[in-house]
Each structure stands twice: as structure tokens, then as C-alpha cells.
């Protein structure tokens, strides 16, 4: 097993989801984990993670030295390369010039991390600090224009550092580093997959549960979908499932679900109309915050009802995952910081009566999708885009109404029609329409007319850790917008846009 410790990184499980691309065990732990601890964790290999931390910063996250003399192989990527080159005895300071985005690698030297690698490739940068001077042992194996020691090595102890990142999309043939760290380097057998992930997590589950029983919170999308299935094959009718209509579901979703969910999942399954319970809590509420608290405190409420009327009823499943996780708190401990908050993770009370399960949340979306396939779940369940769990609520700029709420349903359900019949559901990570908080003026009929704007967002994406604006054909776009302009009321303009993640979130709130 690989053992990757938490500095903080946005992106630490992701270097995870990379080990586990390549069938190897790995296992996540907070920065100050005992070292006795990481002994008896046995691993054949340690990654550092990245951070926001610099190096210099009172209270910035460490892990015992001792790691260094343990024999193993340490890969340190971005902060967890400062750490070791300050551990081990160089100095680290700020850079002259901040570096974040993409970079040109150049590789001096193509042994042991590089090896198959390309002289020259793109790599991805986010960082302050840099190393200034190296411990003895060690030497530069590859650098950018601004900065000179990019990567490292001291092979004779297995020690390696990346100040880029290796674990994202954008840094090209950054899986092979990291198969030649964890196979080649460390020598990791290639025996872990969705098989035994979900024998394990069932394992988990009937320990943890015993003879209570869960309720779940069922939205129809794949992660709860597969969530509920996963704790069904647990404790079986012991799980009870529960549809909330919040108002804020795209058009027909609830029909739609209703017949899907009845027809594939052999669930207990309560559909319950909170509609107006959600609508007059938002009334008047624009900030994306609050929205998202406020959904995830009535939704938490609703459960809690929920729950006195089963017996024996403990714990709550979520199909919480771990991009969820990692933009609202560090899931491991590490000081990880928030990006923005979640209606199944930054809105749960600090006193809930029910206990989580939560079996998906070391997962990619990605890994869900397989896991679904995995465990029988139906194709067109387990292909469905991300919807987020605050629902429209927060692709409204602005106050919600049930006003502009019928804006939004019909200018994101055209989309959604348009881009199924071009052939491109499945290929798009997410697709759909966002309600701008403004109004501008147009022409329509030979009258001026002040109405809203809609914004079309679709982006690929393997994991939502990162994204890129999809290059939607111009005469789509063209189509989508006609449309929208023409069959729904109150709208004059239609923007589409081109905003990557990062810098950007994929949800507009």
C-alpha cells in the first residue's frame, strides 16, 4: 500500500484516485500522524502532499522526520517537496515571481520518476515558495523558466520532489510519474479494484449498523443512487429511502425519478412534498452561502421528522463524495482550506440525531460510475450528469422565486433536449443553464424589451477537482439560444461560458 499524508493539498485525494488508477491500495492520514502509526501502516511507499501552507508559517503542517529514515521510498509533491528539502537540510524561500498554471517542463534527467517520459511537456504550477538550496544528497532532475529546481532526486535513498503536480489533468503524462513512483520505485503489486472496494465498504456497513437501521436521503443522481444500492446489498430492508421534493428540481425530474427509482432499485422508497418548506426559507436569500446552509439545515430537519416515525432508525446515508469533502473541510484532518460549503457536509448541524454512513466519500465521480456498473446498477442511473444537491437553488444568481425558478426549468430543460440530440450528454461532464441576477435590453417584435439573461454552462471533467469549458459547436450554441429566446418568457439573452476550473467553479454558487 501507498501512505499519502495530508498537507492541505485541494488536490491530496487525488493523488489518491491516481494510486488507485493503477489497481494499488493506498490509504490517506493527517500531516502529524505518529510515527508508530506509519509503521504499523507498513507501506512501501509515502507521498507528501501539496498545501497552502509555506514552509516558514507559524504552525504549518509536519510530519515526523523520523519517515525519512524508515527506508522506503518518499515522493514530496509541491509543499511536500519544500518539506522534505527543508527537513533534510536546504533552505526554501519566496519566490521572486508566483507561479500558477501551466508550465513547460524541462527534464534533464529521464531516469527513475521519468523514465519514458518526454524531454519537454506541460506541467502544472501553484506555488509561492521555491527551493533555493538543496540538501547534499539530492539533485535537479528538471525546471521551468521561473523555476530553476522544478523536480528532484536522491535516488540512492529513494527520495523525489515535484514542486508541480503531478495528480492533475493538466500536467502531461503526470500518471506515469506516479505509476513509475508506485510500481517501479516502490514495487506495489497491482491488486486493488472496485470489486474489492465495495466488499470492503459492505463489510464496513453491516459492522457499523448492525441490526438499526438508515435512512437515505435519494436524490435519483448517481451518487446517491449508488450509495443506497451499496447500503442496500448492506442490511437490505433495513435501509429506508427518501425522495424530498424540494421545488428546486429540474422539469418532470420528480415524475422522471419516480418511475426510474421504482423500476430499478428494489428500494423502500417515501417521496415527500417539502416543497414550500424550502421556497419560504429562501425567499429573499442571495448569498450562495446562506442559500446552501439553509437548504442543508431543512433538509437535515426533514430527515430528523422523518426519522421519529421508523423505529430504530440511527443513521443517515449520504452519497457524499469526496470533491464535496475536500472544498468544504479537510476530510482527513489536514488544514485544507474551504472553498464553499455543501448541502450534505457544510450544512449538517453540529447536533444531529442521526449518524452518518457515508460509503462513497474517498470516491471520484468517476470511481462511483464504475462502482455502480460494479454492483448491477442501471446504465442510464449511472450516466447521469451531476446535478448539486442544493439544486437549482444555486444556478440562480440571486434571490429564488418561484418566478424565475419556471425561467430556469424550461431554459435548462431546452438545453438539455439540445444537447442529448447531438450526441453529447454522455461525452460532457456537466451541461446546463444558469439564471443571471441581471436584465439587460433587447429587440423582440419591434419593441424594446428588458428582460433576463441566461448563461449556458457545459464542461468536461474527469473527477470535478478540475474542469475545462467545453468547445460546444458554434451552431449548437446557436440553436440553444434561439430556442431559449423564443419559447421561454422573460428571457432576451443567452451568454455561454468560458470559464475553466480553476480558476472558476464548475456551479456559478
Not at 519514458?116 to 538543496?134: A, K, R
Not at 529513494?158 to 517501479?184: A, C, S
Amino acid at each position: 500500500m501507498i501512505l499519502i499524508i495530508d498537507f492541505g493539498s485541494q488536490f491530496n485525494q487525488l493523488i489518491a484516485r491516481r494510486v488507485r488508477e493503477h489497481e494499488v491500495y493506498c490509504q490517506v492520514e493527517p500531516a502529524g500522524l505518529d510515527i508508530d502509526k506509519i509503521k504499523a501502516l507498513n507501506p512501501e511507499g509515502i507521498i507528501l502532499s501539496g498545501g497552502p501552507s509555506s514552509i516558514y508559517e507559524e504552525n504549518s503542517p509536519t510530519i515526523d522526520a523520523e519517515i525519512f529514515k524508515l527506508g522506503i521510498p518518499i515522493l514530496g509533491i509541491c509543499y511536500g517537496m519544500q518539506f522534505m528539502v527543508h527537513t533534510l537540510g536546504g533552505k526554501i524561500g519566496r519566490s521572486s515571481k508566483r507561479e500558477y498554471g501551466f508550465a513547460t517542463l524541462n527534464i534533464s534527467d529521464s531516469q527513475s520518476l521519468f523514465s519514458g517520459m518526454d524531454s519537454s511537456l506541460q506541467c502544472w504550477m501553484s506555488h509561492g515558495d521555491s527551493t533555493e538550496i538543496l540538501p547534499d544528497t539530492f539533485s535537479i532532475t528538471a525546471s521551468t523558466q521561473n523555476t530553476p529546481i522544478a523536480a528532484i532526486a536522491d535516488p540512492k535513498n529513494n527520495f523525489y520532489g515535484l514542486q508541480f503536480h503531478p495528480e492533475v489533468e493538466h500536467t502531461h503524462q503526470g500518471k506515469e510519474m506516479i505509476r513509475n513512483f508506485i510500481v517501479d520505485i516502490c514495487h506495489c503489486e497491482k491488486n486493488w479494484n472496485m470489486e474489492s472496494f465495495a466488499n470492503t465498504a459492505i463489510q464496513e456497513i453491516k459492522d457499523a449498523v448492525q441490526d438499526k437501521k438508515v435512512i437515505m436521503g435519494l436524490s435519483g443522481g448517481v451518487d446517491s443512487s449508488v450509495a443506497a444500492l451499496l447500503i442496500h446489498k448492506a442490511i437490505g430492508k433495513n435501509l429506508h429511502c427518501i425522495f424530498v421534493d424540494n421545488g428546486l428540481l429540474r422539469k418532470n425530474e420528480k415524475e422522471d425519478l419516480q418511475k426510474s427509482l421504482t423500476t430499478h432499485l428494489d428500494l423502500n422508497i417515501k417521496f415527500v412534498d417539502a416543497q414550500k418548506i424550502f421556497l419560504d426559507a429562501l425567499e429573499g436569500v442571495t448569498d450562495p452561502e446562506v442559500k446552501r446552509k439553509e437548504i442543508g439545515r431543512l433538509f437535515i430537519e426533514v430527515f430528523d421528522a422523518e426519522s421519529k416515525k421508523i423505529e430504530g432508525a440511527d443513521f443517515l446515508g449520504q452519497g457524499t463524495l469526496y470533491p464535496d469533502i475536500i472544498e468544504s473541510k479537510s476530510a482527513f484532518g489536514g488544514p485544507t482550506s474551504i472553498i464553499k460549503s455543501h448541502h450534505n457536509v457544510g450544512g449538517l448541524p453540529e447536533k444531529m440525531k442521526l449518524k452518518l454512513i457515508e460509503p462513497l466519500q474517498l470516491l471520484f465521480k468517476d470511481e462511483v460510475r464504475q462502482l455502480g456498473l460494479e454492483l448491477g446498477l442501471n446504465e442510464d442511473l449511472v450516466w447521469r450528469q451531476p446535478f448539486p444537491g442544493p439544486g437549482l437553488a444555486i444556478r440562480i444568481m440571486g434571490a429564488v422565486s418561484e418566478k424565475r425558478l419556471n425561467i430556469l426549468k424550461e431554459a435548462d430543460a431546452l438545453i438539455m433536449e439540445e444537447i442529448r440530440a447531438a450526441g453529447l450528454y454522455r461525452k460532457l461532464w456537466q451541461s446546463f443553464a444558469v439564471l443571471l441576477p441581471i436584465k439587460s435590453v433587447g429587440v423582440m417584435g419591434d419593441k424594446r424589451t428588458y428582460d433576463s439573461c441566461i448563461a449556458i454552462r457545459a464542461v468536461n471533467s474527469v473527477d470535478a477537482m478540475t474542469a475545462d469549458w467545453a468547445r460546444l459547436p458554434h451552431e449548437l450554441l446557436a440553436k440553444m439560444s434561439n430556442r431559449i429566446i423564443n419559447e421561454v418568457d422573460g428571457v432576451n439573452r443567452v451568454v455561454f461560458d468560458i470559464t475553466s476550473k480553476p480558476p472558476g467553479t464548475i456551479e456559478w454558487e
